[in-house]
């Protein structure tokens, strides 16, 4: 196949994507000329080539459909019925091309059937354009217009990248010839092009107003600064980074052992621009997901029309970018479970109305991210779930008996829609019902280390939530050793760590041969990783005690019982050998900073091997209670360090458990250093006194803020404990929040926000506070989640009941929302509504113009706080004045009480 | 000398339990050293493991195990011989490397009727050498395990 001919296929088939989408915006809007007139260009464009190509076929049908909206352009009514023709002939344009790309010639075959059908309509619009003569006067007008629209809305495509990060990608690798500056080349000589063609259209008559575009247009389009890049390429390009990756830690790895190596310094440059290059390239292999939901609209209308019933298809956060391997799976789930709601969810236009309901149905398709996640919602506002369906399916499929159903929640019963050959559709239709449905979506997440959540109210809609990973290039994996072998975890389907022991309250118990634990009142099935693996070696296995990886995989929650746990990493994952892929206990396998090999355990895979059934229940209902107790409950990290006593921090502020060893903690300034992720950590002790362990490895807690990370040296970690945090023993100790009482010991609170500064002195010259008095009610607002985790348990050890918000605006909300607040604290620097604006927004509102407000902020010169009483605050608390602000608490109260 | 030098096939000849073998020279990647070969639980018996090789991943694979020769107490395979098959790399872990020989198919022989089938299977014929026979081994049929033996 020639390059001209390819380059066609690629056009056209981007060219009818775009005409398919915009056909069915031009159903439900035949007045939108600027809609009509872009369609009409596109398949204008397609024929055009097509005579130029030689192909007859494409180009006959192509014109037929262009003659038939040249006369809607006209001012001819447009009929759905013809909508749908030129629906149909563009799906025989794209049956076309298919085998056009398949053999490289156009297949032999009539049209005729089409072609007859568009000319019939034409000839039957011709007979009616009197009727519609004002649209035909406004028509050509608003045309012009379109042009640009369209050339600023083209959004990357498949395949493309955008010039900046290949710029970008190309700069990283400081190659010694400069890079020559494509954008310039690329946009110039095609601008006045674009122009001309906007110039002459006006003038055109409107019959045939892009006739003088022709291949123009395209040129015109590209004018954008993009560039096609064979996906290979990009591929090879990635794969080429992860080798980089892998060398630079190994690098990294030898530096480490030689104390004072000249190659530091570069080799800490080569690591940063590495760092970047990885990210460059990551980016280029991204795309918006809109990509995949391009075919949506028009599914829904055809839907639509034939289950008669009217659709909406609300499309949010098309741009939410994910990497193209994702993407392509995620595609067949997506239009499935769309599919779906449209054919099962939403009730026909009659019954909607019965239950008081607008008459068209709504399908919600919306995309955000969220960490290293990209989280999918599909929902619909239809009739629900039929729970009874659903119950009468799983007892006819012996999937349950009468008795377990019984027992079971209704979303636990919903849950069953994902089993194998699940279908509740009363009637096959062409749409859904075929017996595959959703298992096979649920399969399909599964494979890419994603979750899949279902919820559904009955008569008012269901709503599908996907969970997945950006990438699957490269993951952060927790590693784990088990009978002297390492493996990697994903870190995505971890939920948190806990370590049993002979005597502690946490150890392994058996039901019969079963190891499970108890955790927070459930038993958790365990499973032993070198058991399940069927490997020996290491130490002899202790059965009462080990790590515990706690994992979710779907609904199921279960225990991998490791020996040791090291540390989290960024691992790039390489595919196994085929002869090695039937084993569904590892997705791959990875090299480690040291050049070694580990293979990457596939929870999915571990998951299926100890039985669907177990878990499911104990998950549901522990779920259930986390969701009852959300406000109450913190999870604390229970260790000991320094005394006997046991010590306590939020886990939510610790970033990261690590074990260094010993040999590798530095001394310098009479401060203990240890070189952690690229730089150096600062070590402190709880008691001041630095006791290191002698030999081995020395567990640490992480706390990393902004970049900055600092390292707490303890004994040993005990647990992870949920429970409500009661303090009830406020201590004057500095470090010390006070005593609770976790699982029924006396536990010392740690206050991390003493020793943050010693750390880094400057810490909290950007964030930070605390308080005084009985249970008030404290509405507390900062932008980092850091400090408002920190500070919610002082500000609880202090008396206040705490409500934190992320932002001013939702700050607002909540004291909108008709909670009575005494107090407020609110951080001065923050994105979108800062706290000065914070306070005057609530300043201007009756309701809470007398609640007092405390400013915090690193800021402490006069012009600042002379803003801040401007503003409205009462006071003015630095940042790193922890005393101040308790003062000022105190004081605040004091002025209530006296008010009162 | 023209017409012969067109029939000879280079072999890079290995031991592996006292037996000469000669893998063609065109399959041959490189020689390595193994090192810090990873098991991988629940795989085939005669998957070693994996290891990395500048950067790439090597599945390797015990010749001996898979010629059913018994392994020598602590005896710990010396060198491999690196492939690579449809993209993917493997090793082939022997006992040791001789030279490379350029041989006619004048001496080329098929496989003995009674050669033990484990040895049929992955054999292409046999040399007869001064002093000694050379079993040819055929890569591929090496590399094609798994299904054979999960049926078996």
Same mark, same amino acid.
């Given at each position: 196949m020639d390059d001209l001919l390819r380059e066609f296929l690629t056009e056209t088939n981007e060219s009818l994507d775009v005409v398919d989408v915009e056909l069915v915006r031009f159903e439900q809007d035949p007045n939108n000329a600027a809609i009509l007139g872009n369609i009409f260009r596109l398949v204008h464009t397609i024929k055009g080539t097509c005579g130029f190509l030689g192909l007859p076929r494409l180009e006959a049908l192509a014109h037929a459909a262009e003659t038939l909206m040249g006369k809607y352009r006209d001012g001819s009514p447009v009929t759905g019925q013809g909508v749908t023709m030129i629906l149909f002939t563009i799906d025989r344009l794209k049956e076309i091309l298919g085998d056009l790309e398949g053999a490289g010639a156009e297949p032999e075959g009539d049209d005729g059937d089409l072609i007859s059908q568009l000319e019939a309509m034409s000839i039957a619009a011709d007979a009616a354009p009197a009727a519609a003569a004002p649209v035909a006067e406004k028509a050509p007008a608003p045309a012009p217009a379109a042009a640009p629209e369209q050339a600023l809305e083209r959004a990357l495509r498949p395949g493309e990248v955008s010039l900046d990060e290949l710029e970008r990608a190309f700069r990283e690798t400081e190659a010694e010839v400069a890079v020559a500056p494509l954008p310039e080349i690329a946009a110039p000589p095609v601008a006045p092009e674009a122009a001309k063609v906007e110039a002459k259209k006006p003038a055109a008559? $409107?019959?045939? $107003?892009?006739s003088a575009a022709g291949d123009d247009e395209i040129e015109g389009v590209k004018g954008q600064q993009t560039l096609r890049v064979n996906v290979d390429t990009l591929e090879q390009l990635m794969t080429m980074v992860s080798e980089l990756v892998l060398t630079r830690n190994q690098l990294l790895e030898i530096v480490r052992r030689h104390e004072d190596s000249e190659f530091k310094v570069p080799l800490q440059r080569l690591s940063n621009v590495t760092a970047e290059l990885q990210d460059g390239v990551m980016k280029t292999r991204m795309q918006p997901i809109g990509n995949a939901w391009q075919k949506l609209p028009r599914i829904v209308r055809d839907l639509g029309n034939e289950l008669g019933k009217q659709i909406d298809l609300e499309m949010h956060g098309a741009e939410t970018e994910l990497d193209r391997q994702v993407l392509d799976l995620i595609k067949d789930p997506l239009t499935h479970m769309v599919r779906n709601s449209a054919d099962h969810g939403l009730e026909g236009t009659e019954q909607r109305r019965l239950a008081g309901k607008p008459e068209k149905g709504t399908i919600k398709l919306s995309a955000y991210h969220e960490g290293g996640h990209i989280v999918i919602a599909i929902s619909d506002d239809g009739r629900g779930l039929n729970t009874d369906r659903i119950k009468k399916k799983i007892l006819e499929q012996n999937l349950a008996t009468e008795a377990e159903l019984e027992k079971m929640t209704e979303a636990q019963i919903h849950k069953y829609i994902f089993a194998p050959g699940f279908s509740t559709a009363a009637a096959v239709t062409s749409v859904s019902g075929r017996g595959v449905g959703m298992d096979v979506v649920r399969t399909n997440i599964d494979q890419i280390g994603g979750t899949i959540d279902l919820k559904s109210v009955p008569g008012e809609g269901t709503t599908v939530t996907i969970k997945i990973p950006l990438t699957l290039a490269i993951v952060s994996a927790l590693i784990v050793e088990s009978a002297g072998d390492r493996f990697a975890v994903p870190q995505l389907s971890v939920i948190e760590l806990v370590r049993a022991q002979q005597?502690?309250?946490h150890r392994i118990e058996r039901i019969k041969d079963t190891p499970v634990l108890r955790l927070r009142n459930k038993l958790l099935p365990l499973v032993h990783l070198r058991q399940l693996l069927g490997i020996a070696g290491g130490e002899p296995l202790d059965e009462t005690a080990g790590f515990i990886v706690v994992t979710q995989v779907g609904s199921q929650t279960f225990g991998i019982v490791v020996d040791q746990v090291f540390h989290t990493e960024e691992i790039v994952v390489k595919p196994m050998s085929s002869k090695l892929r039937h084993i569904t206990m590892f997705s791959g396998t990875t090299i480690l900073g040291d050049g070694s090999v580990i293979m990457i355990i596939d929870p999915n895979g571990i998951a299926s091997a100890i039985g669907t059934d177990v878990s499911t229940e104990v998950n549901e209902t522990e779920a259930d209670a986390r969701r009852g107790n959300e406000r109450q409950l913190i999870s604390m990290l229970v260790f000991r360090a320094g005394s006997r006593e046991q010590k306590a921090v939020p886990l939510s502020l610790v970033t990261r458990l690590e074990e260094v060893a010993v040999d590798k903690i530095e001394q310098a300034h009479g401060r203990h250093l240890v070189q952690y992720r690229g730089a150096l950590m600062p070590l402190v002790s709880v008691s001041g006194y630095m006791e290191l362990k002698s030999e081995g490895s020395q567990p640490l807690l992480v706390f990393s803020d902004s970049g900055r990370s600092m390292g707490l040296v303890v004994d040993e970690i005990v647990d992870i404990v949920e429970d409500a945090l009661n303090i009830e023993v406020s201590a004057d100790?500095?470090?010390?929040l006070g005593s609770a009482v976790i699982k029924g010991q006396a536990t010392e609170i740690l206050d991390i926000g003493h020793y943050l500064p010693l750390a880094f002195e400057d810490w909290f010259k950007r964030k930070e506070m605390r308080i005084e008095a009985l249970t008030r009610k404290l509405l507390f607002v900062d932008d980092s989640p850091f400090f408002r985790n920190m500070l919610t348990p002082v500000l609880k050890a202090a008396g206040y009941d705490v409500v934190t918000a992320a932002g001013g605006s939702e700050g607002l909300d909540i004291l909108k929302g008709g909670d009575k607040f005494d107090v407020v604290v609110s951080d001065i620097e923050m994105p979108e509504m800062n706290g000065f604006e914070f306070a005057e927004a609530m300043r201007s509102d009756k309701r809470f113009a007398t609640t007092p407000v405390i400013a915090l902020s690193s800021l402490t010169n006069p012009a600042a706080i002379e803003r801040a009483r401007v503003a409205g605050f009462h006071d003015y608390v630095a940042k790193f004045d922890r005393q101040g602000l308790i003062a000022a608490l105190k004081e605040t109260s004091n002025e209530i009480a006296q008010a009162a | 000398m023209q017409t012969t030098s067109d029939d000879v096939t280079e072999y890079v000849t290995v031991l592996i339990g006292g037996q000469l073998f000669g893998l063609p020279i065109s399959r041959v990647q490189d020689v390595f050293m193994p090192d810090r070969l990873t098991r991988v639980p629940l795989s085939h018996p005669d998957i070693a493991g994996v290891l990395n090789l500048r950067g790439r991943i090597v599945t390797a694979i015990d010749m001996r195990i898979r010629l059913g020769i018994p392994r020598e107490k602590d005896a710990k395979p010396a060198m491999a011989v690196g492939i690579e098959s449809r993209g993917e790399s493997y090793g082939l872990l022997i006992d040791s490397v001789g030279e490379v020989l350029k041989l006619s198919p004048d001496s080329r022989e098929q &496989? $003995?009727? &009674?050669?033990?089938s484990r040895w049929a299977r992955v054999s292409a014929g046999v040399h007869r050498l001064e002093g000694q026979l050379m079993v040819i081994l055929d890569v591929d049929s090496v590399l094609a395990m798994g299904g054979e033996q999960l049926a078996a």
């Open positions: 008559r $409107p019959a045939k $107003p892009a005597n502690s309250e100790v500095p470090g010390l | &496989n $003995p009727i &009674n050669l033990d």
